[in-house]
């Protein structure tokens, strides 16, 4: 079956810009997880859903970051003026329940302010 | 505070040697643990977890890891690299009440010469 899917996968914005990536996790997984990974690191959680409902969010940098997911489905990572450290891959990640279940993992998309 | 370390962040071996890739944690409380591996421009595969139970456990492409809590560590070895094995690795834990965010490492990138 499809795995996860996440687009655009690149993406250039300039600086000031909002910008929106999309997730597409494995149909009838439960929960999602956004990750920035900033080059040369691992990545660093953002937030977390369960279905609709957003259980963490302490993750997310500044109030430029907002995540939703509005049917428990499609997840859309929203960054309002963008920044140049805001330039990083953001990875989603889907998994079917939550501590011990394995986190299926997108491609990416590669954000790049300038 | 909850983390993890990855000693080493290139690791190089020969063709056929031992793969060795350490990986130690920070917790007051019980660790869920993982290895991923990141292949240039896809997403995170895991490798292999501990949740609960044996303290060995055996992962994908012949790789394994045995948790050790008295040294806090889950390092990850396969006794005879390939080729095919390059890519960034990385080490990452949840805990029971954290709803399955990880905590990544650094990553430790493996190159294997012919």
């Known amino acids: 079956g499809a795995g996860v899917s996440q687009s655009p996968r690149y993406k250039v914005a300039k600086r000031g810009q909002d910008v929106a990536l999309r997730c597409d996790p494995i149909s009838g997984h439960v929960s999602l997880f956004w990750y920035q990974q900033a080059l040369g690191q691992g990545p660093e959680f953002l937030t977390y859903f369960q279905n609709e409902a957003q259980l963490d969010k302490s993750g997310l940098p500044s109030d430029r970051f907002f995540a939703e997911r509005p049917e428990g489905s499609v997840s859309t990572l929203k960054i309002q003026r963008t920044q140049q450290e805001d330039s990083a891959v953001y990875l989603c990640?889907?998994?079917?329940?939550?501590?011990?279940?394995?986190?299926?993992f997108g491609p990416g998309t590669r954000l790049t302010v300038t | 505070a909850q983390s993890v370390t990855q000693l080493g962040s290139h690791v190089s071996v020969s063709e056929g040697a031992l793969v060795l890739l350490r990986c130690n944690y920070s917790s007051s409380v019980p660790p869920y643990l993982f290895w991923y591996v990141q292949y240039p421009n896809q997403g995170l595969q895991l490798l292999l977890k501990y949740t609960t139970g044996a303290t060995l456990v055996k992962g994908i492409n012949g790789f394994e890891a045995e948790f050790k809590k008295s040294e806090t560590s889950f390092h990850l070895t396969k006794p005879s690299a390939h080729m095919s094995d390059a890519a960034e690795y990385f080490c990452a834990v949840t805990f029971y009440n954290q709803g399955g965010k990880l905590i990544f490492g650094q990553g430790t990138e493996l190159s294997v010469k012919p």
């Open positions: 990640a889907s998994s079917f329940g939550t501590v011990d279940y394995e986190q299926y």
